[in-house]
């Protein structure tokens, strides 16, 4: 029987085994010199070649990092050096300013060219740099192309562009329906999707003014307390629409709080007259003057425009109910002076 090393039953072979297999397989065999250099001048060339590709891939990391850096500096300073055209007054929900910027934040400002996104329960009020108030409702998508233009891409947007410093300039709202231009009014566009059994709608209400609507070589125009609504193939009709009620508390919802202290009750009353398109009066029209002898202190911030009505007014020794077209305000006791 010819003798062989006996390997006990184990998953690796201790020393001993492995002494015992080397002393019987003997001297290895001795090559050529010039097939050793062979060998060793491949080895070395496989060797630096793969030095080399690892420094090509370094290099390539470094420069991708390096272009983000800089792709990411470019942008902080395009947001940086370039004036705002607006700021946010009010956030309600999920809402974001543009894929770079992130969640949107109260006073924020908005630079040319930034889209805001909000989500299925978010909501949004901007102040332009022209003086237009701008609003969103859920689920909408604005690029604001100017402080005078912007571009609608999904969902609604009011805006209110005919009082206070905004007066008299006009804002270009753009959609892929038609584009809205008003002369000094409340109005909004809303972008309605296709449905099953309909197409997109582009649909403008208006609470006051007049708004052009134009597509290609058309014009249609809606004025106070009409809705006029166009389809992707370009037909219009026009339909009466109520300028408060239920259309309209989204965009009641999101009116920015006026600072009162120190103001007259009549500026107050105008600020909520306007929001909630109801026109005021005092149940007693010999009390009219008195709104602007009477001065209101506090805050209305966190309230609703109803909450905001009820505390002031208290204040002052009044009280406000609605009727069909207005809001009426009463005496229920000697007013503050």
């Keep these: 029987m010819t003798d062989r090393p006996v390997l006990a039953d184990r998953a690796r072979p201790d020393e001993a085994d492995l002494e015992q297999l080397f002393r019987l397989a003997g001297d290895p065999p001795q090559l050529p010199d010039d097939e050793v250099e062979l060998v060793r001048s491949e080895v070395h060339g496989a060797w630096r070649a793969a030095n080399r590709r690892r420094r090509i891939r370094r290099q390539a990391v470094w420069m991708t990092v390096a272009a983000s850096l800089v792709a990411v500096g470019a942008i902080g300073l395009w947001r940086s050096t370039r004036p705002p055209v607006g700021r946010f007054e009010m956030i309600q929900g999920d809402v974001f300013l543009g894929p770079e910027a992130g969640p949107a934040v109260p006073s924020m400002g908005i630079v040319r060219g930034s889209r805001i996104v909000t989500g299925s329960s978010g909501r949004a009020a901007l102040r332009l740099a022209s003086g237009s108030s701008v609003r969103l409702d859920f689920s909408s998508s604005l690029v604001l192309d100017s402080d ?3 571009t609608l891409e999904r969902g609604a947007v009011y805006i209110d562009s005919g009082s206070g410093p905004a007066a008299g300039k006009s804002v ?166």
């Design 148 to 150: 005078t233009a912007m």
């Design 172 to 337: 270009e709202v753009s959609t892929h329906l038609g584009n809205a231009y008003d002369i000094g009014t409340q109005f909004e566009v809303r972008l309605q999707p296709a449905g099953a059994d309909s197409d997109a709608v582009l649909r403008v209400s208006v609470r006051e003014g007049r708004v052009l609507i134009r597509r290609g070589g058309e014009e249609h125009e809606a004025s106070t307390g009409a809705a006029l609504t166009l389809d992707a193939l370009g037909s219009a009709q026009t339909v009466a629409s109520a300028v408060h009620g239920d259309h309209w508390d989204w965009v009641v919802a999101t009116a920015p709080p006026i600072t009162i202290e120190g103001g007259d009750l009549r500026r107050f009353l105008e600020w909520a007259s306007r929001e909630l398109g109801r026109p005021w009066r005092f149940a007693d029209p010999a009390l009219k003057r008195q709104a602007e002898a009477i001065l209101v202190h506090g805050s209305i911030e966190g309230k609703t425009i109803d909450e905001a009505l009820t505390a002031v007014l208290a204040s002052c020794g009044y009280r406000f109910r609605y009727e069909e077209q207005g809001l009426v305000i009463e005496v229920v006791g000697p007013p503050r002076k």
